[in-house]
């Protein structure tokens, strides 16, 4: 079980981004899948996830409305779309899966069993 975060990169202030997490050796239609980040000197936090079935999502207060969490299962991806970026959003994301179909909320680290390879976003003017 691989998974692999990209899109990231230098943005603005006030700027959007797409993040996206793709696998390999198993189709992501099956599993939920978490979106963590982890910001400089501070813990990993769990942001967005979104289960596998009907697609129901969840996302923690401080990203409410600002990140939306999806997924195109035929392309085997999962996005995260970020906008209205500020600095203190300025991390390291990682895309996640404890290989349950539904997400559990609030997200915990120590309970995802498989990780991607996290992708820089950086926030700055």
């Known amino acids: 079980v691989q998974l692999q975060a990209s899109g990231g990169g230098l943005v603005q202030p006030g700027g959007s981004l797409r993040l996206s997490c793709t696998a390999s050796?198993?189709?992501?239609?099956?599993?939920?899948i978490a979106w963590f980040r982890q910001a400089p000197g501070k813990e990993r936090e769990g942001v967005s996830c979104?289960?596998?079935?009907?697609?129901?999502?969840n996302s923690a207060d401080s990203v409410q409305g600002r990140f939306t969490i999806s997924r195109d299962n035929a392309k085997n991806t999962v996005y995260l779309q970020i906008n209205s970026l500020t600095p203190e959003d300025t991390a390291d994301y990682y895309c996640?899966?404890?290989?349950?179909?539904?997400?559990?909320?609030?997200?915990?680290?120590?309970?995802?069993?498989?990780w991607g390879k996290g992708t820089l976003v950086t926030v700055s003017s």
């Open positions: 996640a899966t404890d290989t349950l179909s539904n997400c559990r909320f609030p997200l915990h680290v120590y309970d995802m069993i498989a």
């Open positions: 050796g198993f189709t992501l239609d099956y599993y939920a």
């Open positions: 979104i289960s596998s079935s009907i697609g129901s999502t």
